[in-house]
C-alpha cells in the first residue's frame, strides 16, 4: 500500500524536474488523500507491521519513489500520441529480461509453465496488466502529472473492493474511512467549477 505514497512524490518531482506546479486543489487535497492510504493500510490497527516494521516502511517508500519515477518516465515516452503502447512495451520487455536475470542469479529460474497457476497470471498480466496500464498509459501525456497521480489512486480502493467481492475479506472501519477518504480527496480534485450564468 506504501507505493501508493507515489501521491505526494509525483507532484514533487513533476515539479522540481518538469516545471510542472501542482493545482490548488491538488495540494489542499493531499493530506486527505495520503490520510486515506494510511487507513486502508491498516497501519493504526494492530498486527499490521509484520516482522520488520522498519525495513517495510523503507522498502514502501523505496517503492512509493520507484513508482512515481515510472509514472513520469512513462508519461514522458507516452508523449508521441501516435504509439500510445510504445513505452509500455518497452517497460514489460525491461521488466521480463530484469526477472530473467534475477531469477538466473537467485537461482530459481523455471520457464516450464505449471496450470493453472501460470493460466492465472496470463490472465492478470492481459487484464489489470496490459489493458489497465494501456488505458493508463495512453492518459498519462494527456494530463498534469500530478492530477493522474491523484487519479491512480483510486486502486487502493479497489483493492478494498476487490478483496470483499473476490476473498470475501471484511475491511475496518478505519480502512472503509480511508475509501471515503480517496473518494473525496478524487472528487474535490477532479470536479467541474460551476459556472456561472451572466
Do not use: C
Not at 488523500?33 to 522498519?54: F, H, K, N, Q
Request: proline share 6%.
Amino acid at each position: 500500500m506504501l507505493g501508493n505514497l507515489q501521491v505526494a512524490f509525483v507532484p514533487i518531482i513533476a515539479w522540481m524536474a518538469l516545471g510542472e506546479r501542482p493545482g490548488a486543489r491538488v495540494l489542499a487535497t493531499l493530506p486527505l488523500m495520503l490520510s486515506g492510504i494510511v487507513l486502508i493500510s491498516g497501519a493504526l490497527e494492530s498486527g499490521a507491521y509484520g516482522d520488520r516494521p522498519t525495513q517495510g516502511v523503507v522498502f514502501g517508500i523505496a517503492t512509493g519513489l520507484s513508482y512515481a519515477g515510472f509514472i513520469l518516465v512513462l508519461r514522458a515516452g507516452g508523449s508521441d500520441l501516435r504509439r500510445p503502447a510504445g513505452p509500455l512495451f518497452d517497460a514489460t520487455w525491461v521488466a521480463a529480461l530484469g526477472a530473467l536475470a534475477i531469477g538466473a542469479v537467485v537461482g530459481d529460474l523455471d520457464l516450464v509453465p505449471s496450470w493453472p497457476a501460470h493460466g492465472w497470471l496470463v490472465t492478470l498480466a492481459l487484464t489489470s496488466q496490459v489493458l489497465g496500464w494501456l488505458l493508463i498509459s495512453a492518459t498519462l501525456p494527456r494530463l498534469p502529472a500530478a492530477l493522474t497521480s491523484i487519479l491512480l489512486t483510486i486502486q487502493p480502493v479497489g483493492s478494498v473492493i476487490l478483496g470483499v467481492i473476490i476473498f470475501g475479506e471484511s475491511p475496518s472501519w478505519l480502512q472503509l474511512v480511508g475509501v471515503a477518504a480517496i473518494l473525496t480527496g478524487l472528487v474535490l480534485t477532479t470536479r467541474r467549477r460551476a459556472t456561472v450564468k451572466a
